[in-house]
């Protein structure tokens, strides 16, 4: 149906606790990238906030027939999922409730601009200890994205205990010495499904990887910097809080592993 007649009840938990999960999922010409993995880490996150939604895999499907039906099959475009814990009275502690489940799908405009390169800020990560879970509070998030649009720079990085963590919207990773180098997998990221592909990459072209957490002092002393996420691929980071990474320009590393991103993703 169309948006505009989507209804949604104001006592949902969604929109009364931000109590639910999401996924976004691009489509190129049609083809849904890396699906499966989405679906695998919706389960993941149902899961872990006790929301039971037996029929998850058949999203796969339904996104393909909103996309035909949005006349999407031939663009490049962005399915959004959202599931909440659904009705239920606020103020007490939720009992079983029919899930509220939302699926739709948009054009994608690609900002050319963000495979040349971007500059970030970096910030405190006041987020929870469960940021593994793609959930839909992202307060903090929002708020760190407004700081950074309002210091002029695309994106913000997250900083806990010294170490970065990753953006508000993207993972990060760096580069020395001709090894990759981006956060761990634990309760503290988001394990992107880029992410993962990144490092599939990597691994295919032979290019050393490294799990570990980049201090945040270590940040412009990288060769190279860059951001993964679904939207945008992969974005080089020329510049954090106003101090050059290296020379400045999307390194060598960035580029190869841009491409070979995209060859997969046209391929897909
Ligand atoms: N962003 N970290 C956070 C906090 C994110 O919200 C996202 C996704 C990522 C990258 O994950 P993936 O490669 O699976 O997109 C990392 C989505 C696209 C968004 O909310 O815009």
Redesign the pocket.
Known sequence: MPGSRACISPNDRGFTHADGV???V?SYAGTLFRIPD?LA?LKRSLAAVRIAVPDVDTFAETAAELLRRNRLDKKDA?VYIQITRGIAERMRAPGPAIPTVYIETSPLIARRALCRGVSVITLPDIRWGR?DI?TIG?LP?ALARMQATDKGVYEALFIRDGFVT??????VFGVKDGTVLTHPPDHH?????????LLELCRALGIPISESPIPEPELTRLDELFL????AEVIPVLRVNDVAVADGKPGPITRRLQSAFRRLSRRA
């Open positions: 999401y996924e976004i691009r989405h880490r962005t940021c793609k992202l998030n990753e953006g508000t919207h993207t993972n990221i988001l394990p992107g499904i880029t992410r993962t592909v993964t996420c679904t939207t």
